[in-house]
């Protein structure tokens, strides 16, 4: 099949270079000629774990190509996705004018009938909005599928290859049918194919990353609750975890959820339910919790050290909003640099890929270590925000070594408290005693 991807994003670039790898034909369009120009050359803009060869490979193989002209790639394909960003606007609600613009440029390169698929995370009604914008120019048949993204950042490959479903939104019965062609490589082993109205589909994805982002500030807050009567929240995670109506993931409780999906989506129901005269109280604490929980380790410091740091070193394991990504957008890694810089600290910092993310961020206001251990020379404290793998079984020796006090405070709960305790560490984590 010959297929476009708007866009060259997380989204567009790993589902262009997916759906490459099962033999289509697929053109990648972005208007960032530097952009264009790197993927041609054999480079990536993201990291992303596997995204780089699969891209490689099918450069290679010739089935994957890049351009910035939308209009070409609209010609020579069937199928067009559009995955272009849908960033929060001053009121919460996302903002659609990439989606809209990008759909009138493709109105008028139609040369006969083509599927247009929303990829792009939308509220309900987006794919209408893209149909009337679209019928404005267009002189050919076309019809819209509402088509949302289900990956995860760090697994985003092996999450399009290896799909738990695939939601399908239309109601044009010819465009159902060639979605389902184009999915089916993907679904082998039994994950569903699930064919819905367009509105539903693209309620599909909020809905899921409210669900999982509820789940996260209710640990956040239960771990609230353990440390007010001496409980341990990593035995009350473990055990309403055992309950299968209830499950494992998204039961850590943390320094706060980040990333391009969670804190935009929240703030986009909350938002469209609004317009509809539906107040979302339950995301609405969902979202004030996390803000408030982002705070939490610069509470710690606070009181471990006190609010004037002038002069003193604070060393940072972790910048990126979540471990196998460099991505620090809505990281809590940021405001807890901005408060520790607030209280007068100079702040030492290591990421095993975020390194640039953060320099786009905070110039030269910080350092970046070379390595972890790199990080800790003379710091007062090490504050752990991110759980890369690297640092879950640490030299801890030569941290204590390297601090000026041994001074740690886990905001990912990865450490066990005796084991801190016994090494003479001054230990701080979430909800644990």
Known sequence: MRIAVVGTGYVGLVAGACFAETGNQVICVDKDKAKVRLLERGGIPIFEPGLEEIVRRNRHEKRLTFTTSLPDAVKKSDVVFIAVGTPTGEDGSADLKYVL?????????????????????????????????MARRA?????????PEFLKQGAAVEDFLKPDRVVIG?????????MQELYRPFTRTGAPIMVMDTASAELCKYAANAMLA???SFMNEFAAVCEAFGGDIDKVRQAIASDKRIGAA????????????????????IQFSAERKYKFRILNAVEQVNESQKRLLLNRVDKLLGKNLKGKTIAVWGLAFKPRTDDMREAPAVPII?????????VRAFDPEAHQSAKAIFGRKITYARNAYDALKGAEALLVVTEWNEFREPDFKKIKKLLKRPLVIDGRNIYEPKQMREQGFTYSSIGRP
């Open 101 to 133: 613009a990008a759909a009138d440029e493709i109105a008028g390169a139609l040369n006969g009938y083509k599927v247009i698929v929303d990829k792009s995370t939308v509220p309900a009604g987006t794919a209408e909005l893209v149909r009337k914008t």
């Open 170 to 178: 239309t109601d044009d019965a010819r465009a159902a049918e060639l």
């Open 214 to 216: 509820t789940r996260i």
């Open 139 to 147: 002189k050919h048949p076309f019809a819209v599928v509402s088509n």
């Open 250 to 269: 998204f039961l850590f409780p943390g320094c706060g959820y980040g990333g391009s999906c969670f804190p935009k989506d929240v703030k986009a129901v």
């Open 338 to 346: 901005k408060g520790l810089l607030e209280r007068g600290a100079k």
